[in-house]
């Protein structure tokens, strides 16, 4: 089965200064890679996801890229804000039989943005 | 839109005790997983519906888990009897019918096992 690993699995970056989180995944039939944040005590919220036939995705200031040949992907977060301040959480999916989202999540990295 | 609604929020049992999670998901998704989050770690498939049939329960241990979705909408998860390390924040989630984007997760039932 698929295997994600995160890394690093914790980060501490000043206001103002990027952030980068990255994952390597074992299966190459997965074809989708979505990133969720996790505030303390709530839900994983979906804030970005790629697919693999597309090398980068951005909105506003979070990006990811995807590099199949090497099985990675990245998170960049750029102008980062105390709000930012999570655990955030890789995965990788493949869709067998079209019946949804298998995600296999990685460990998490807890981001901690300070003011 | 009503979010993806799971009780209890909270739930403290002895080991060998047995502990039911129920879930109703966003109306009129067809796919429901349940997913198992211990502490520092990220979140573990147990078991995927499509409507009321199973997808995948691979990692679900069976000896002592079980998951049902009667009737292709709600969903409940059963521990019986519970160990120490089933101690963890169980969480559900949906998504559209064939939909291979977002999944939509419940706030989670958070079990302790003493």
């Known amino acids: 089965g698929e295997n994600v690993e995160q890394h690093p699995s914790t980060l501490s970056v000043q206001e103002g200064d990027s952030a980068v989180i990255k994952c390597t995944y074992s299966?190459?039939?997965?074809?989708?890679f979505p990133w969720y944040k996790q505030e303390l005590g709530k839900r994983p919220q979906l804030i970005i996801d790629i697919r693999s036939n597309v090398g980068e995705k951005k909105d506003q200031r979070i990006a990811v890229t995807l590099n199949k040949t090497a099985k990675h992907f990245s998170l960049h977060i750029t102008e980062t804000q105390p709000e930012d301040s999570a655990v955030y959480f890789c995965a990788a999916s493949s869709h067998p039989r079209n019946a949804g989202n298998m995600l296999t999540f990685g460990g998490g990295t807890r981001l901690m943005v300070k003011p | 839109e009503a979010g993806v609604a799971q009780s209890p929020r909270y739930k403290i049992i002895e080991k060998r005790q047995s502990v039911a999670f129920w879930c109703n998901p966003i109306s009129g998704h067809a796919t429901l997983y349940w997913y198992q989050q211990i502490l520092g770690q990220g979140p573990k498939l147990l078991i995927q519906?499509?409507?009321?049939?199973?997808?995948?329960d691979s990692q679900l241990p069976k000896d002592r888990f079980s998951a049902e979705r009667l009737k292709g909408v709600d969903s409940t998860l059963k521990i019986q009897p519970a160990k120490l390390e089933d101690s963890a924040v169980y969480l559900c989630?949906?998504?559209?019918?064939?939909?291979?984007?977002?999944?939509?997760f419940g706030e989670g039932s958070r079990l302790t096992v003493l």
């Open positions: 519906f499509q409507n009321n049939g199973v997808v995948d």
């Open positions: 989630a949906s998504s559209p019918w064939g939909d291979t984007g977002e999944l939509f």
């Open positions: 299966d190459s039939a997965s074809n989708y």
